[in-house]
């Protein structure tokens, strides 16, 4: 069994969060990957076979969190029992925040909560109208078989993520990259862009909250906000009521990474982690690969009632005897 501690131990401290007060043990946990995508949104891999790749990665806890989706959690829960690897019922959820799009991170969602699963329908409605929208537009430029060509790379209709299209446009020779994609194309004011009707970003957290999960603003360094705007965003994520933010991320500078996890202590929210991982879309990120929490944050499985320092030690023994799933279950 590898250990649970991946590297030299930095600096212990204490911090305390709304009710929570613990005292922090900041390792690295990669066997904890907090993000991740399946083909049931814009990643490449079927659920299971996710599953299966974070089990073979050394990750023993996983949340899939597909963009405004909660199909795959069932088949991603039944690999999870198979490979003895934890699985955290989690959710992305696009919103609308100052003329932004925002990704907000469900963690412990139920996924069968009526008021969620209402929402994430509106989500979807809107997503499977969009990528019609964006087909027309770039046929009305000359290109062809654009809808059926996307629709094709996704799961469903309703599923049709700017990935896919962007993937389309690579592929079919409009584009040579992703990034050009997004550049020429499908980002902000460009020729294909349809504006978004996402729900506020006080609607997501409250869906969240509906569902029993803890809402983690994701990603903050990845938006095009000044640190002073950052600030302003995560003082109206937290009024909403949400309790994270993701802090270590494989996309997250080390600087960004320092900062975002000091703003987490100053401002009483608890600190998530993960890869992000989307298979083939962005080969360059692996499952369980992200820069260790900061010193001094609050890791957001505490909200679960596990220990600072990582999984629970059952847990990490029974890894070891192979008995895992039903002490997997009872957690997650
Ligand atoms: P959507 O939710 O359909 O608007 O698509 C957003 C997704 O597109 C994000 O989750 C990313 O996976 C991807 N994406 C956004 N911007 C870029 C970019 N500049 N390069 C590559 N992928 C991007
Ligand atoms: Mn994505
Ligand atoms: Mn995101
Ligand atoms: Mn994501």
Redesign the pocket.
């Known amino acids: 069994m590898s250990s649970l501690r991946a590297g030299p131990r930095q600096q212990s401290g204490s911090v305390k969060v709304g009710h929570l007060k613990a005292v922090v043990e900041p390792d690295a946990m990669p066997e904890i990957d907090l993000h991740s995508?399946s083909r049931y949104?814009?990643g490449s891999l079927a659920p299971a076979d996710l599953v299966a790749l974070a089990a073979r990665a050394g990750v023993k806890a996983l949340a899939l969190t597909d963009?405004?989706a909660v199909a795959g959690l069932t088949e991603a829960r039944a690999a999870a029992a198979v490979h003895g690897l934890c699985l955290i019922n989690g959710v992305?959820i696009?919103a609308a925040w100052n003329g932004h799009?925002i990704?907000v991170v469900g963690l412990q969602v139920d996924p069968e909560n009526p008021i969620l699963r209402d929402g994430l329908a509106r989500q979807a409605g809107a997503?499977a109208l969009?990528a019609r929208h964006m087909a027309d537009k770039l046929e009305a430029l000359g290109m062809t078989g654009v809808y059926d060509g996307v629709l094709a790379l996704a799961q469903s209709p309703d599923a049709?993520?700017?990935?896919h299209f962007?993937q389309w446009l690579f592929a079919n020779g409009h584009v040579s990259s992703?990034?050009q994609?997004?550049?020429r194309y499908?980002?902000p004011r460009k020729p294909a862009s349809v504006p978004?009707p996402w729900a506020s970003l006080e609607d997501t957290v409250s869906w969240i909250r509906a569902a029993g999960g803890v809402a983690v603003l994701a990603h903050p360094g990845r938006y095009p906000l000044t640190r002073t705007k950052m600030r302003g965003l995560i003082a109206a994520f937290r009024q909403a009521g949400g309790e994270a933010i993701e802090v270590a991320t494989a996309t997250e500078k080390p600087d960004m990474v320092q900062y975002l996890g000091r703003l987490s202590v100053e401002l009483g929210l608890l600190a998530s982690q993960g890869s992000d991982y989307?298979g083939t879309?962005?080969p360059w990120i692996a499952l369980g690969n992200f820069p260790r929490l900061p010193a001094g944050c609050t890791p957001v499985w505490t909200a679960w009632g596990w220990p600072v320092d990582g999984l629970p030690a059952c847990m990490a023994t029974d890894v070891a005897t192979g008995s895992v799933p039903v002490v997997a279950e009872a957690l997650s």
Do not use: K, V
């Open positions: 995508h949104s814009d963009h405004d992305e696009s799009n990704h997503r969009r049709i993520s700017r990935t962007s992703i990034q994609a997004f550049d499908l980002g978004m989307h879309p962005a």
